[in-house]
């Protein structure tokens, strides 16, 4: 698996979203790498990890990620959510959780109102095997969608998307499988770090509510919200998100000196 290792300071673990790589950091590396050791990882079956044997799910990809990296903060945007979650609910090696976009549930439920139908999910697959190129641009337009700052985002994913090559179809199926079937909600109430749930009041993926409700029922969680943003507001608000990662991260160090 690729893991890009940059920068000095406290280490963050960064964990990107469905069909992207770890280069789409780019804003927050360029605020942050100054004062933290930054580790990009490319997830099983993109970007430079396309032909990684390591399996895309939960336990198989989290193990190969925290035997390649010291103890750190984990920071994850949509899909990435998932495998930052488990990790820091089964490993000490964690050491906080910053969740942009991401909550323990992407698909929606009787009890979980606040996310998007499984259909969304399933949809997505059987069009990738009919329209690769196709249904990656739909999905990126749609990470987009509602932020103030839409068409510029939309242009950097694309930009982004094939640049480290074209994701394998087989981990895109994975991936969207996760996205579908996962259901991490039971972890919250025990977890044992700091957390901080960063949303976009207009992501149309992931509902702030649902981001809100997450950290309500985690200990030791910080929640907020970005007026203007989508699904992928560390584009086109990386000033806030980077600022407010980087009081999380002062938190952290704080509670450490006390």
Known sequence: MHIETLGSGPSLVLLHGWALHGGV???????LS???TLHLVDLPGHG???DSEVALTLDATVDAILARTPPAVWLAWS???LFALHAAASSPQVRGLAMIAATPRFVRDETWPHAVEARVFAQFGDDLRNDYAGTLDRFLA???MGSEHARSELRTLKQ??????EPSPAALHAGLKLLEQSDLRATLPALAVPTLWLAGRRDLLVPSK???ASAAAAPHATFVEIAGGGHAPFLGHADLVAGDVDAFMQSLRQDEVA
């Open 25 to 31: 950091f780019a804003p927050l590396v360029q605020r």
């Open 34 to 36: 100054d004062r933290y």
């Open 48 to 50: 430079h990890s396309r």
């Open 79 to 81: 899909l990435g959510g």
């Open 142 to 144: 749609l990470d987009t």
């Open 160 to 165: 982004d998307l094939y640049a480290r090559g």
């Open 210 to 212: 649902a981001m809100q």
